[in-house]
Each structure stands twice: as structure tokens, then as C-alpha cells.
């Protein structure tokens, strides 16, 4: 830096003044952008390409990473049970997306209307999302509780004998879906009535008049006049549901039987209990890419039913 | 006049800027909170002086770390001020990391800012001699005059060597702090109510005699049909197996050998205590209560754990004492369950080897040993040690304190201890979760089970199949 100034300063006596003071804007343009640009290279570039590199070598943290070509790649596709096995899980998991979405949507349709103790519900719906992932996957650990939990006594008023629900291969996922959906309610409804507001009233009305009922004015105005936002929280949702691990290392430990082991969990689980940095870093590449391919598709076809006016 | 600004805006700009990287690199590698690296510095500046001036005056500080509890802790802190006293010139600075242990010590190593002495479950021990973490301290044993590996537990000793590929066998990379055999505890209170007589202190009951007297200890004491008290805790299946003549894995730990006919059984007759004989609780009643609670509640008579679990037991409001595990047929050997144990091990980078040498000396040896035994916490490493007063303590409970002592000479250390990489006991236990809520047969099970087991060993441990 100290070098280019001296050089800039050398240069100077022989350039025009307006030239000059260009070049001397520049470069405290650059000095400005020069501090995210540093963090960003140091904190995100360099880890990511060294993961890059990483992901083709044998690293275990006590030697120097060891080229050993794309082995990690081929053991991964072609020799590792669990890889599909947690994958599955991810998509199986990420159900929770979809279902989670229908609901925060009904949910904000009803918050929108003009009742009483509005604000109440709002705040209630929301309160989830600021509560520490910890504490709320330990208080859903006791409603999941197959003998004295919450959730297997209200199904016991209607004479139903719950599931074992965290300790029953068939049935960990399904809870676990359960507890994702609620906890990601309160986001989702927020932008989902901010949406609703923003739809034009006129075109209520003139539905309206034209004898539309309320389920077509649903359909073809407030569907389409949301589109965008159902767009962004559909794409940030999967990416999320993609990567989403904490709460089952703290529910059920992956297990029963790696039922609910997501694919970032089994990650985890190669880099800091089996010290496999290699073959870690290229399941992190893996869910990169696939998070890309699905994303991709999103855009696409995101054309066909989003709408921006 | 912009020049005067643009200088004050770039001052405060590379101000913020260097208050960021530092603020990064504090948190790096102030992991154990507020003591910070270990004096990697100090040391530094200390070894340079070292060299032209004489070594006997010369303050050489180590640095060491430790998880334990605050009461744990407080001991240790005793030991610690009784070794600096022995040894003036050394000064130890003591790194707490109470959470996440093993993950904060992980970064740590790779980093290369471990400190000079490492506290070490037996169960990372394996991951990170692999990697290298730990200083060869063979020679060293061998010349020490403190440590006499003959009156030292052979169980306790043999999970802290390695020989390249697997633990158990080869050279000295740390040394035990303590060894915790597992016992079973009983109520005495609830075997008194139902006229039994109490287990054997001198030798493992067979099983079948133990189911008999936990079918006596099953009671449903309102008649609502529901058991209220279980004649035993879960069994923790490893004893079963090795008193049955099984083992988990082949001697050279190449092989997964649980599905032989001994294994098989010993996991059968476990199944069956819970859902045949039903005098172990099922998952579904300990999901509202573990099995530690259930016994301090009075609804277990009897539950298999460890010597950590005296100093809790001893503010019981019942009479309690402890008992061999029971054994799969009549033997004297003990080898009816698993224990525990955590070490010292010196980091191989370490600037002071010597010094840390001294350290995990005094500690493993009889200066820290009796220190620590006195406190109640644990069982000392010197067969000798253990049959003094210094850890049999009469007049505190148990009564019977010499079943820890046959239990930590015949008891061997857990799976976990086996090999650096543990996915394949990951992939057992996951199993295993199934197996015990499933109806399939123990033996076709673990036959389905073997080859991913084999599978993982060799995809985790390829150095072994060299």
C-alpha cells in the first residue's frame, strides 16, 4: 500500500490534475472497500479453498494435508452406505419445508384478519425464533416423551396409544419434522403478513364485484400477489433444511439407527469424531453442490409461477 | 484540509481493522477462557535463556489441562501446589476447559497450542496418539523412580500404549490418573423389605443366580399392574460378554468377533432380562427416568456404575454397598464389566519435556496418587496404595470397598479405547439401539451386523491392514 502511494506520488508530476485527483479518489475508494474485502479473503476465500484442497487429500490435523487425487470423491459415491443413508434423511427432513410453509401461511391469513388480541398471537407465533435452539429442543424432548410427554397424553384424550416418538426408528424423523416446522414458524409468518399487506386492495374489490368468491379471490390474487416472498422463503427454507444439524445432535444423537442422521450431521461427525478432515471436507462439497442444483432448479422454475409486479 | 481528513479516516480505519484481527486471534486462542495460550512466549523466551546460564535456578513454567468439576478441580489445584513446592523451579499454569473437552483440545493440537501436559480420556487417547499429539514417554517410564509399573494396574497401564496401528500393546504414550472399575450398587433398604439376602462381595454371582434374585427384587407394590420396583438397572452388556468368553473384537482388532456364539448369547440373555423376564426397566419407563435416578428413587435394587459414582452415593438417605457384576457361569477372574480411566499424556511439541516428564510423574505417582485417593475420588494406580487404608477408608460407605480393587485387576477398558478411528463401535451401538427395542434373535443380528462392522474398521483404521 505504502508502496503504491510513493509510486503514485512519483507518477503524479507528470500527469494531469484532473487525472490526479481521479487516481487519488480511487484509491481511497479502495482504502474504504479495503477492510470487508480483507475480512472476506482472510475468513471465507482462504477457508474455502483450502477446504477445496483438503477435500482431495488425507488430513487428520496432525500432518500436513497428503494429495491423494479423488479418493475421497470415490469412496464417498461408491463405498459409503451412510452417505445416501443421511441424504435420504436430508430430503426426508426437508418435507418439513413444504409443510412448514402451508402451515405459517394459513396461520398469517388468520392473523391478518382484524381480530382481537392480534398483536398477542403475533408475538406468541414469534417467540420461538428468538429462543436458544438448546432450551427448545430440550422442552420438545419432554413433549416427545413417549410416557409422560404432552404430545402422547393429548393422544391419549382421544384414545390413540402414541409412538415411542424419538426412540422409534419409523417415527424420530416424523418428530423431528414436527419440531422443525414449528420452529420455523414465527419467521415465516412475519413475511408472509408483510406480504399480505402489500397486496393491491383495488383488486379485491374489483374481484369482488365481479362475484368472485372468497376462494378464487384466494387463488388468483393473493397466491400469485405473494409469489415472490413464498419464492425467497422457499429457497432460503431448503438451503436451511439442507444444512440443519443442531437439533438433532441435542434431540436424538442421529440415532436411532442413523434415522435421523441429516447429511452436515454425518459431516460433523467425519471432521470432529473421526478426525477425517479429507473425507469431510468433500461431503461439504457434495452438499454444496447438490444445494446448488436445487437452487438452480428453484430459479428456474420459479419463472412459470413467481410473480414481480 | 481533505488531506487532514483522509489521514484521520485512514488512522481510524486501520484501527478498526487491527482491533478486528486481534479480536480473532485472542478468540483463537484464548480456548481455555481466561488463561489464554498456554505460555508458548514465555516459555520460548525462558528455554532461550535457559541454554548460557545454569539450569538449577532457572523458573521454567508448564502449562497443563484439566475438565474436571469444581470440586474435582479443587483437588487437583491441592496436587498441583504440593508439586510446585517439590519442585521450586517449576512454575504449572492449569487450563480449565470444562465444556467440549475434546473438541477445544482437538483445535488446540492441530494448532499446535496444546500444553506441555494433556488430561486425556482413555477414549481419545487412541484418535490422538494417531495423530501424533503425544510425546513416546517409554524410556522415560522405564528410568523413572516413581513409577513402578509392576504395582501399577495392568488394565489401567495397557490402554495408554501404542504400537502404530491399535492401543493395548507397544510403547508408553501417557500414563493412567486413575482407574474406575464398575460395580454393581445395591439398595440395601429394598433387599432387607423383601428378605433377600445380600449379593457376594468375594465373587461374581452367576447370572442365573442373579436372575433369581432380581425376580425376587421385581415388585409392583400398589398392584396397578405396573412394576414399581426392578430387581436391576440396565446391564451394561460388555461385562456379559467378556465373562461369557466372548469378545467384541479379534485380538489383533482386525475382525469383529461379537456374532460368535458367546457374544450372541450374552446379548440374548440381556434381551431377555428386559422383555422376557421383565426385571430390567425398558426404554419406555427410562425415558421418564434414567436408571440413576430410579435407584436414588428407590425403584432399582440393584444398578451397575462406576467409582465416580460413591462420592454421590454417599449423601444417599438408604444404606447402600456394592457387588461384583454377575458373571455369565463360576469364576474368579472379574472380568465382568468395563473400566474407566483418564491419563496424562505429555504433548509431543512440548518445549520441556523433562519437566512435564516430573509432572505427570508426581501426579501418576505416589505424591498425587494418595492426594487424590484421600479426597474420595478415586481409585489409586498402585495395587499397594489401594489396600491401605488411604483408599479403603473404613467407617465411610461401602462397606465392602475392596470389590473395586478385584474389579479394576480383572476388568479390562471399553471398546472405546480400541482403535483410533471409532466409527465402526459408532456403527455398532446405532445397531444395537435397534436391536434391543427390535424381536430379532441376538445371534441373527449380529450376523447381519458383521460385515458392516469389518467394513467400518477397515474404511477407519486402513494402517492396521497394512
Same mark, same amino acid.
Given at each position: ?229 413464498? +419464492? ?8 436451511? $433444511?439442507?444444512?440443519? *444439524?443442531?437439533? #438433532? =445432535? %441435542? @434431540? ?19 471432521? +470432529? ?8 471436507? $468433500?461431503?461439504?462439497? *457434495?452438499?454444496? #453442490? =447438490? %444445494? @446448488? ?17 | ?136 514417554i517409554q524410556d522415560r517410564v522405564e528410568k523413572s523412580?516413581?513409577i513402578?509399573v ?7 497401564l ?13 510403547d508408553f504414550?501417557?500414563l ?181 516428564f516430573?509432572?505427570v510423574e508426581?501426579?501418576a ?102
Amino acid at each position: 500500500m505504502i508502496n503504491s502511494t510513493s509510486a503514485g506520488a512519483a507518477k503524479a508530476l507528470s500527469i494531469k490534475p484532473t487525472k490526479k485527483r481521479f487516481k487519488k479518489q480511487m484509491l481511497w475508494g479502495y482504502l474504504f472497500v479495503a477492510p470487508p474485502f480483507i475480512g472476506m479473503a482472510i475468513f471465507l476465500l482462504y477457508p474455502l479453498l483450502s477446504s477445496l484442497y483438503i477435500s482431495f487429500s488425507k488430513y487428520d490435523f496432525s500432518t500436513s494435508p497428503q494429495f491423494i487425487g479423488a479418493d475421497n470423491y470415490t469412496r464417498m459415491l461408491f463405498h459409503d452406505p451412510l452417505i445416501w443413508k443421511t441424504l435420504g434423511n436430508t430430503f426426508y427432513a426437508a418435507l418439513g419445508v413444504p409443510i412448514g410453509m402451508a402451515v405459517s401461511l394459513f396461520i398469517a391469513l388468520l392473523l391478518n384478519q382484524k381480530i382481537k388480541g392480534r398483536n398477542f398471537f403475533r408475538l406468541m407465533f414469534f417467540l420461538p425464533t428468538i429462543c436458544s435452539v438448546v432450551a427448545i429442543t430440550l422442552m420438545w424432548q419432554w413433549i416427545f416423551n413417549s410416557d409422560y410427554g404432552l404430545l402422547n397424553y393429548f393422544l391419549s384424550l382421544l384414545h390413540i396409544q402414541g409412538p415411542a416418538w424419538l426412540t422409534d426408528e419409523h417415527w424420530s424423523m416424523p418428530a423431528m419434522i414436527i419440531q422443525g416446522v414449528w420452529g420455523g414458524l414465527g419467521v415465516n409468518i412475519i413475511l408472509y403478513l408483510s406480504s399480505l399487506g402489500n397486496v393491491p386492495t383495488q383488486l379485491y374489490e374489483a374481484a369482488k364485484v365481479d362475484g368472485a368468491g372468497a376462494w378464487v379471490r384466494f387463488r388468483h390474487i393473493t397466491l400469485p400477489g405473494i409469489s415472490p416472498i413464498t +419464492f425467497f422463503i422457499l429457497v432460503t427454507s431448503l438451503i436451511g $433444511a439442507l444444512q440443519d *444439524f443442531t437439533r #438433532f =445432535i %441435542i @434431540m436424538t444423537a442421529g440415532g436411532p439407527n442413523y434415522s435421523t442422521t441429516t447429511i452436515v450431521y454425518y459431516l460433523y461427525s467425519q471432521a +470432529f469424531q473421526y478426525s477425517d478432515m479429507g473425507f469431510a471436507s $468433500a461431503i461439504a462439497w *457434495f452438499v454444496a #453442490f =447438490i %444445494i @446448488m442444483i436445487i437452487t438452480l432448479i428453484n430459479f428456474v422454475a420459479s419463472r412459470k409461477w413467481v410473480h414481480y409486479n | 484540509m481533505i488531506k487532514k481528513k483522509g489521514w484521520i479516516t485512514l488512522a481510524s480505519l486501520s484501527l478498526v481493522l487491527s482491533s478486528m484481527l486481534a479480536a480473532c486471534g485472542s478468540n483463537n486462542s484464548a480456548n481455555g477462557g481466561d488463561t489464554g495460550t498456554p505460555g508458548a512466549a514465555s516459555t520460548a523466551a525462558a528455554t532461550t535463556a535457559a541454554t548460557d546460564s545454569a539450569k538449577s535456578n532457572e523458573k521454567v513454567e508448564i502449562s497443563i489441562s484439566t475438565w474436571g468439576a469444581s470440586d474435582e478441580l479443587a483437588v487437583f489445584k491441592e496436587v498441583l501446589k504440593g508439586f510446585e513446592a517439590a519442585n521450586p523451579n517449576i512454575k504449572v499454569k492449569l487450563l480449565h476447559i470444562p465444556n467440549d473437552y475434546p473438541t477445544k483440545m482437538n483445535t488446540m493440537i492441530s494448532g499446535g497450542t496444546a500444553p506441555d501436559v494433556l488430561f486425556v480420556s482413555d477414549g481419545d487417547f487412541p484418535r490422538w496418539v494417531k495423530q501424533g499429539a503425544f510425546l513416546d514417554i517409554q524410556d522415560r517410564v522405564e528410568k523413572s523412580d516413581k513409577i513402578d509399573v509392576n504395582d501399577m494396574w495392568e488394565t489401567g497401564l495397557n490402554r495408554y500404549k501404542f504400537d502404530g496401528n491399535k492401543t493395548g500393546t507397544g510403547d508408553f504414550y501417557a500414563l493412567p490418573k486413575d482407574i474406575g472399575p464398575t460395580v454393581m450398587y445395591y439398595n440395601k433398604e429394598i433387599f432387607d423389605k423383601y428378605g433377600v439376602s445380600y449379593p457376594s462381595a468375594d465373587k461374581p454371582m452367576t447370572w442365573d443366580e442373579a436372575l433369581a434374585m432380581w425376580q425376587k427384587l421385581t415388585v409392583d407394590t400398589n398392584n396397578d399392574g405396573k412394576t414399581d420396583i426392578y430387581g436391576s438397572g440396565p446391564i451394561w452388556w460388555e461385562g456379559y460378554v467378556w465373562s461369557n468368553g466372548g469378545k467384541i473384537l479379534s485380538d489383533d482388532r482386525k475382525e469383529f468377533t461379537l456374532n460368535q456364539p458367546e457374544g450372541a448369547e450374552a446379548l440374548q440373555h440381556i434381551y431377555d432380562l428386559t422383555n422376557k423376564y421383565k426385571v430390567v426397566p425398558d426404554a419406555r419407563v427410562l425415558q421418564s427416568m434414567n436408571d440413576g435416578q430410579m435407584f436414588e428413587a428407590g425403584k432399582l435394587a440393584t444398578i451397575t456404575a462406576g467409582r465416580w459414582m460413591v462420592p454421590t452415593y454417599r449423601k444417599l438417605k438408604f444404606d447402600w454397598d456394592v457387588a461384583p457384576i454377575p458373571a455369565a457361569k463360576e469364576q474368579n477372574e472379574w472380568n465382568t464389566g468395563w473400566s474407566g480411566s483418564v491419563g496424562f499424556g505429555i504433548n509431543a511439541k512440548t518445549k520441556h519435556p523433562d519437566e512435564a516428564f516430573k509432572l505427570v510423574e508426581y501426579f501418576a505417582g505416589t505424591e498425587g496418587q494418595t492426594k487424590m485417593t484421600e479426597l474420595g475420588f478415586q481409585i489409586p494406580n498402585f495395587k499397594s496404595m489401594s489396600n491401605t487404608d488411604v483408599f479403603l477408608q473404613k467407617g465411610q460407605k461401602p462397606e465392602h470397598a475392596e470389590v473395586f480393587i478385584n474389579a479394576a485387576k480383572g476388568e479390562g477398558p471399553g471398546m472405546w479405547t480400541y482403535l483410533p478411528n471409532g466409527k465402526w463401535s459408532d456403527t455398532l451401538n446405532q445397531a444395537l439401539g435397534t436391536y434391543w427395542k427390535g424381536t430379532q434373535s441376538a445371534q441373527d443380528f449380529l450376523n447381519d451386523l458383521k460385515p458392516k462392522v469389518d467394513a467400518a474398521i477397515k474404511q477407519g483404521n486402513p494402517e492396521l491392514f497394512k
